[in-house]
């Protein structure tokens, strides 16, 4: 199932989209908070790709491969938030696998977890990929992940600037405004 979804919290960024096989990977394999990650060689992989070689003349940053178990939720977080070990606000994201799965997003997380009250319902933004296409997504955001009965592999993109340095809404209007004015 399709939902559209509003582009405070993602964006699907007007691109070529990816393919698995052509993905170069380093052979190296390690773990990345709380994920299985296998890392992409980034020189290889921008080459060719108009997107990835503007942004890399814009920003430092590394992508991989990492991988979901089969009927696993990734709970409820926002990477952007002092108790997490990484601090990002923003990264670019693609699933490059056929593998049936749910993002939600929630404006009201604090309501969620207040389960010494009353509140057990929040509200909820669905959110699913389309197979390949790259999307800015904003870490900041309180979003969880529902993989349901395949692995699932996401592309991943992370920029070396932290948040706040570097948001969500920063990345987006410089790709709108610089590499799609250039590029259309
Ligand atoms: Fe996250």
Redesign the pocket.
């Known amino acids: 199932m399709n939902y559209p979804i509003d582009e405070k919290y993602t964006w699907k960024i007007p691109s070529k989209p990816l393919n698995l096989p052509d993905i170069p990977l380093e052979g190296g394999e390690g773990s990345y908070y709380h994920f299985h990650v296998k890392k992409i060689n980034t020189e290889k992989f921008i080459k060719g790709n108009p997107f990835f070689e503007w942004l890399a003349e814009n920003y430092k940053f590394s992508c991989g491969l990492i991988k979901m178990e089969p009927n696993k939720l ?1 709970d409820w ?1 926002i ?1 952007a938030a002092s108790k997490t070990k990484i601090n990002r606000g923003v990264c670019i994201n693609a699933l490059v696998t056929p593998s049936p799965s749910l993002v939600l997003f929630t404006d009201n997380l604090t309501n969620l977890m207040a389960h010494g009250g009353e509140e057990f319902q929040t509200d909820i933004i669905p959110f699913t990929y389309d197979l390949n296409e790259i999307y800015l997504f904003n ?1 900041a955001r309180a ?1 969880s992940v529902y993989n349901f009965e395949k692995e699932r592999l996401l592309f991943t993109l992370e920029f070396e600037l932290e948040y706040p340095l570097l948001t969500y809404e920063r990345v987006k209007n410089k790709i709108k405004t610089e590499f799609l004015n250039e590029h259309e």
């Open positions: 990734y977080h990477d870490t979003h």
